[in-house]
């Protein structure tokens, strides 16, 4: 069968790495650098990392710095994204909100992460009719609406200031979010539990805590960290749906689904307020 001319190009890539002995952290650079669309993603975290870094003394002005004589002013040189109705800098407060949105993305990950590896292993590890209940309680908490039980939770813990209420927004996503987290370590387990080096473990007398932290989960990490990955932009955008309906984080901090929330009220006379978040968002 004839070779195509991506196939070709590919065989001749792996030529040259092979010959210059090209490391594998040097060969996923070049990968990445030839995929447009890993470059353009990996261009827009490092945007949102330096905006993360910078909102505090970078943007030209404060993010809670009103200026009633200049309300809802459209985009212009002094204020290239407008102002809004109390006459503050969309950009700045656009800016400052990456550290909401980002925060919670990862924060929010992380300790899905950490609930839903240490649920999976137990039930991965254990097996038999423990790992049935357990899984048949993870079946009955996937069938409420993930979004219904957040809002759920952020209104039975009411937030007074901006930090509590981000913890609550953690706390919240830490209690729904970490189902999928745990289905998968659960099958990761169930998969490795019987390969060879686990049997030599378990015939040498090492515990369960050893053999789960020093060969199960090392060998499970790696669908782990990409789903961890994936999953940050859902949770930047829960977060923006509970600040659009109010039960995100309160102010003074400013966050893109509540600039949202505020614009799209005069979007007829003032539609900067809305746009700009709404492509922050997106």
Known sequence: ?????????????????????????????????????????????????FCFITGDF?????????????????????????????????????????????????????????????????????????????????????????????????????SETAIQGMINIFIAIGIVGWMGMARLIRGQFLSLREKEFVLAAQMVGAGPARIISRHLLPNSLGPAVVSLTLGIPGLILTEATLS??????????PSWGQMLSEGWRGLRSSPHLTIFPGLAIT
Do not use: C
Not at 12 to 39: C, I, K, P, T, Y
């Open 1 to 49: 069968m004839a070779e195509t001319a991506s196939e070709r190009r590919r065989r001749e890539e792996e030529e040259q790495f092979s010959e210059r002995g090209v490391s594998l952290w040097q060969d996923a650079w070049h990968r990445l650098l030839r995929n447009r669309m890993s470059l353009v993603g990996l261009i827009f975290i490092a945007l949102m990392i």
């Open 244 to 253: 659009f309906i109010g039960l995100g984080v309160p102010p003074p901090y």
């Open 58 to 158: 970078l943007p030209p002005y404060s993010y809670r710095e009103a200026d009633y004589d200049n309300t809802r002013v459209a985009p212009q040189l002094d204020h290239i994204f407008g102002t809004d109705k109390m006459g503050r800098d969309v950009f700045s407060r656009i800016w400052w909100g990456t550290r909401v949105s980002l925060t919670v993305g990862v924060v929010g990950s992380l300790t899905s992460l950490i609930i839903g590896i240490t649920y999976g292993s137990i039930a991965g590890y254990l097996g038999g009719q423990t790992d049935n209940l357990m899984m048949r309680f993870v079946d009955v908490m996937y069938g409420f609406p993930t979004l219904l039980f957040i809002i759920l939770v952020m209104v039975v813990m009411p």
